[in-house]
């Protein structure tokens, strides 16, 4: 597949060493901006937008695969090594997949808030709520907001699906993620590839203390397909970890990734 993905490259004057950022569902590059602006100093960043996503183009028929093809003429432009791969929630499935179908491409590996399972419908909520939204009648954002609350109380939920929300030159309200697409194949976003793939190099799985995205019988299924992985939980932090507790991740990748 030929898909057209925007990036963020950010350049070390002397670092060989690729990491490449991948954000979650209905996010963008700029999600994981933090973390870019750390790691820029002592590495070079390639941060991506998922194709339906930010401004990367629209597809139709959104997988996991998908995803992993577009990006890896992307990743494979900017270095001829193995690199670094952090990815948040879907990312971090993205990332997974990456690193199972190309294991010579991705020396170390951090999935953020997510594993290698098949996940309950938990954004039906969302995607109704996003799909109700009438874009013609909105003034601005804070039209948008109103009609969300009812079925999205959290306010930082709304504020970061809102980050999506964007208006033409002919002032026509849009979101930036193919709303349609995704929620027609949301079954694949919370689905999880039937494959036998192993990845035997560094794996550093990250959870939220209170998030419910990795549970303990999830163990095997991240066990079995990343053998050499390790666990870390940054307490009092959510889904959006790298987000409520960015010092605090950003430390143990960073540990993980460059202590020998």
């Known amino acids: 597949m030929s898909t057209h993905i925007h990036f963020k490259y950010s350049d070390h004057p002397t670092s060989n060493e690729l990491l490449v950022l991948i954000h979650g569902l209905?996010?963008?590059?700029?999600?994981?901006?933090?973390?870019?602006?750390h790691f820029e100093k002592s590495c070079n960043v390639l941060a991506v937008d998922l194709p339906n996503h930010g401004k990367s183009a629209h597809v139709s028929g959104f997988t996991l695969n998908c995803c992993v093809e577009a990006l890896l003429p992307v990743v494979k432009n900017h270095v001829n090594g193995?690199?670094?791969?952090?990815?948040?929630?879907?990312?971090?499935?993205?990332?997974?997949?990456?690193?199972?179908?190309?294991?010579?491409?991705?020396?170390?590996?951090v999935v953020a808030d997510i594993a290698p399972v098949v996940y309950p419908s938990l954004h039906n909520?969302?995607?109704?709520?996003?799909?109700?939204?009438?874009?013609?009648?909105?003034?601005?954002?804070?039209?948008?907001?109103?009609?969300?609350?009812?079925?999205?109380?959290?306010?930082?939920?709304?504020q970061f699906l809102l980050?999506?929300?964007?208006?033409?030159?002919?002032?026509?309200?849009?979101?930036?993620?193919?709303?349609?697409?995704?929620a027609e194949?949301?079954?694949?976003?919370?689905?999880?590839?039937?494959?036998?793939k192993s990845f035997s190099h560094p794996s550093l799985f990250v959870k939220g203390g209170n998030s419910e995205y990795i549970k303990k019988e999830m163990q095997p299924a991240i066990v079995s397909r990343f053998p050499n992985a390790r666990a870390h939980i940054i307490e009092n932090a959510g889904h959006w970890l790298h987000a409520e507790k960015p010092v605090a991740f950003n430390n143990v990748v960073e540990r993980f990734l460059f202590s020998q």
Do not use: C
């Open 185 to 196: 194949n949301y079954e694949n976003i919370r689905g999880w590839p039937d494959t036998e």
């Open 82 to 109: 193995p690199v670094y791969v952090i990815g948040h929630s879907l990312g971090g499935k993205v990332a997974m997949l990456m690193a199972l179908n190309n294991p010579a491409m991705v020396q170390k590996l």
């Open 125 to 158: 909520t969302i995607i109704s709520a996003l799909l109700d939204v009438n874009l013609d009648n909105l003034n601005n954002r804070n039209d948008a907001d109103s009609q969300l609350s009812s079925a999205i109380p959290e306010s930082g939920i709304r």
């Open 26 to 37: 209905f996010g963008s590059l700029d999600n994981l901006s933090f973390i870019h602006r």
């Open 163 to 182: 980050k999506g929300l964007w208006q033409t030159a002919e002032g026509k309200w849009q979101w930036r993620f193919n709303l349609r697409d995704l």
